[in-house]
């Protein structure tokens, strides 16, 4: 099993930053996908970015040049830098880790329990 447990949410005046974490524990393997997802009230679960282990990055145009994924040193932590934050972002923030059992050739995939982030106008 692999626990996510995300940290750093709260509120915030438009304009102004965050930094979530989500550290991952169990069985992490080193091929991975780790991301930060969000849902708001009434819409669906959206990507918002995610990063391999090898540290290749993907973000949603929505938060483009504002969002900056990273994982730590020890791979099994991942940071979302939220700047420039504004009241559309506004959401549960969820934490995701996808990879393979290569022992079982399992597929993973595992979610934390998310994080809200309100900013306020």
């Known amino acids: 099993q692999v626990r996510l447990v995300e940290s750093g949410g709260g509120l915030v005046q438009a304009g102004g930053s965050l930094r979530l974490a989500c550290a991952a524990s169990g069985s992490i393997f080193s091929l991975n996908t780790m991301g930060w997802y969000r849902q708001a009230p009434g819409k669906q679960r959206e990507l918002v970015a995610d990063i391999t282990s090898g540290g290749n990055t993907n973000y949603a145009d929505s938060v483009k040049g504002r969002f900056t994924i990273s994982r730590g040193d020890a791979k099994n932590t991942v940071y979302l830098q939220m700047n420039s934050l504004k009241p559309e972002d506004t959401a549960v923030y969820y934490c995701?880790?996808?990879?393979?059992?290569?022992?079982?050739?399992?597929?993973?995939?595992?979610w934390g329990q998310g994080t809200q982030v309100t900013v306020s106008s």
């Open positions: 995701n880790y996808r990879g393979v059992n290569y022992a079982t050739a399992a597929d993973l995939d595992y």
